[in-house]
């Protein structure tokens, strides 16, 4: 291993450097920008200003639909992973395929996809109005915001899942059985809470995206309903106040670190991890 | 072993320095320099590019911007340094105030005064008082496009943008200044104000208005207009040709209480490293064959009157809606530069429209 040690940090050394560059540099300058004000002088207006009504309606709204997204994606995702972690390989293989099939167009175009489908004279309606059935309308409404996240991120909640449950060793399942425990006696005693770091891991690959999306209530939205994300963004593209747009990402991110600190806590191996 | 992780080591940083050099380095670089073009997405024709790039054997290096608000700070940073840029009105005015802007010599760009009709030059005198920093590129209005078998009265007024029939039809713009522009010529106000009591009222027609509106969009107005997905939207009259071309339904008005008439012109950066070529870019741009070949691509009006000239259409060359009468309206305005102040003002009562 002692060998190893400087091969190790060498073979690492382009990593750091893209990480220094592309993460470290960028996030220093959020927080240069987001505790700084116009004449560069030290100020934490930029952060508290999330209590203002408008931010604070903006951040309440994001949590309140990242959170629905992120059950619906749960609830949807723990009985999927079940059943692939079940199947032999050859049949699994083939619905993880399709599964991530999707992930490998750009997330833009398969956003703007559903506002196709959605639309009041998209193809759903339209194949609606041929049966003459009512027509669906949830574009630029929450609904659609929430089920716009719940597509994109629905993947991210499946495979953690699915990877900490065939990890499960079997016997540990039929031991339960073995001294008489029922279905749902295993399942809730056993099998859930082996499966805990992976729900953790996707909660967290879902949560964190689904609250600082502004891309799909933009969408899919109608920019109608102001999440916190579109609120940073137009400070960057349109009021061009990156001080303020800076602080505020500062509090998303205060969100981001308690999300990833709960997941290290419960994920201590990385058993969850995605790949 | 050892050897074999050295290979990985050093191909690796070969790697990165090859990464970096496609970064960094500009080998080909046309004979007679180059030229650093910043401007707005969609907003020339790429053909023209190579013209260019043909006939003077400068190498054009060209980058897009979305909004003016994205343009400015990276322009007044100087962390890139561009030659040539087509900003708005307003937004040349600020530039002008934040001296990012270098004086033009137009001794170099003669096709600029030949081919630019009076009217643009005078009109843009509102931000640039004595002609001297910006060549007009492109203008037009901002107005009501509505579809003809969706709306039966005749529309002449922002106020139809509040009629409750049309409630989940409307389509407003998504940016501070075009939603406030509405909002405060509905209520006959300037659209340059920055009176608190009257962008007050602004904001309150707008946040009444926010239960009719469908979506807020900024060009997405283009496709949803032609898709018959909304009777009424807010655009710009370059696009307004274009959606016409594909959905005949479709009706472009300037509304009787005035509206925003812009212009988009070249200028020079302060900073420029390549000025001489940035005003040979400019003066192609001038060129009547050239403009036409760009108005026929974006289908925003040209002040090219030359080119006007040589448009074979005549239906085009006499529109309405590309050319207008300017003289018929009343209360046209340009934007221009408010100040700070205002802009934070403008900005904080349309973040209060949009969290409604």
Redesign the interface.
Known sequence: MKNNGL?GK??S??YI??AVIFIIVPLGMVFYYGLTDKTGAFTIDNVTAIMS??HA??LWISLGLSLISTMICFFLAYPLAAILANMNVSQHSFIVLIFILPMWMNFLLRTLAWQALL???GVINNILAFFHLPALNII?TPYAIILGMVYNFLPFMVLPIYNSLVKIDPNVVNAAKDLGANRIQTFFKITLPLSIPGIISGITMVFIPALTTFVISKLLG???I?LIG??IE?E???????HLGSGLSIVLMIFIIVNMAASAIFDKDGEGSLL | MKSRMNKIFFLSICMVLFLFSAGCGNSAEGKNGEVIVYNWGEYLDPEVISLFEAETGIQVIYDEFETNEIMFPKVEAGATQYDVICPSDYMIQKMMEHGLLAELNFDNIPNAKANIGAQYWDRSKEFDPENKYSVPYCWGTVGILYNKTMVSEPIDSWSVLWDEQYQDNILMQDSVRDAFMVGLKLNGYSMNSTDAGELEKAKNSLILQKPLVQAYVVDQVRDKMIGNEAAIGVIYSGEAIYTQRENPDLEYVIPKEGTNVWIDSWVIAKNAPNKENGEKFIDFMCRPDIALMNFEYITYSTPNDAARELIEDDDIRNSSIAFPDLNQYQNLETYRYLGEEADQMYNSLWKEVKSE
């Open positions: 091969t060498l073979l050394s382009p450097v893209w009504a408008e309606k903006a639309e009041k004279t630029n109608g920019s109608k102001l579109n609120v137009e960057f593209t349109q009021a061009g106040n990156w």
